[in-house]
């Protein structure tokens, strides 16, 4: 198939980008700025094109010809004063993807969405909602994939908690008893491409997570033991989980908002997981995770390109 992808430029889009041209698809990777994708440009059968993806007909001239579109652009935070960061890039741009794909003649879209869309306080989840009822109502052959949090090498999830215990004899962790299913990158790519052309076989939604369900605090305990630092992390009461929120909202990067601490309160566990009915074994991070936890941004780098045969520079 020749496959259309936006927002791929990111952690799980690179995986998805390298699975699908194993398999044999051309993938035309739209982007604002080709030239700092350097690392698709290293997967055979794989085009960056500059594009303005939040303009509609742009995005219809490029879509032309395809088989299939895959919506992935998605941010987790806004920026400080950015009250429609969310709308923009979860909503607009879903609706714009849509509005694109059947002017083109495209009937098939793959969207990333998040458990617990629709639900619960946060904006984040209450936009990642409304792009679904979009792409539901399209009348457009959708396929909508929840993953639980994904790990994997270059993922922001076990990455941000090891540079954090890295410097951090005591880490004050909020909600420590939220509840997630994490989830390898590498079957999220996989359930994508088995039901690239099944057409809603397992249903328009697929929830997908790991083997096992932990706690937060466990899974960033287990992060500081694999890193060999002795780490007391204490969990926070909820007032406090709350407040740290609040303060940490004008922390520069905001690492941990308000938003965050609002889709805690709801546990991201798949229900049901769909993997294994599509055949793939949930990988457990303990046998992913050990081979990065604890390295640099650029070792982990030069790691991923000596798996891919490439030298590093």
Known sequence: MRIVLVGASGFLGQNLV?????????????????ARRKACRLVP????????????????????GSDAVVSMAGILNESLFGDSDFQRVHVDLVGSICKAAGAAGVRR?????????GEGESQYLASKGRAEALLLNSGLDVSIYRPSVIFGPGDTFFNRFAGLLRYAPVLPLACPEARMQPVFVGDVAAAMCRTLASHGTLGPVMELGGPRIYTLRELVRWTAKMMGRKRWVPGLPDSLSRS??????????????LDNYQSLQLDNVAEPNVLPELGIEPTPFQSVAPGYIGLTSRQQRLDQLRRRGRPGR
């Open 109 to 117: 879209i793959l969207h990333v969405s998040a458990i617990n869309a």
């Open 18 to 34: 390298r699975s699908l041209a194993r398999e044999g698809h051309e993938c035309i990777v739209l982007t604002r700025d080709a």
């Open 244 to 257: 740290q929120a609040l303060a940490m909202n004008w922390v520069p990067g905001r690492p941990f908002t």
């Open 45 to 64: 059968n794989t085009h960056l094109v500059a594009a303005d993806v939040n303009d509609a007909a742009a995005l219809e001239a490029r879509f032309e």
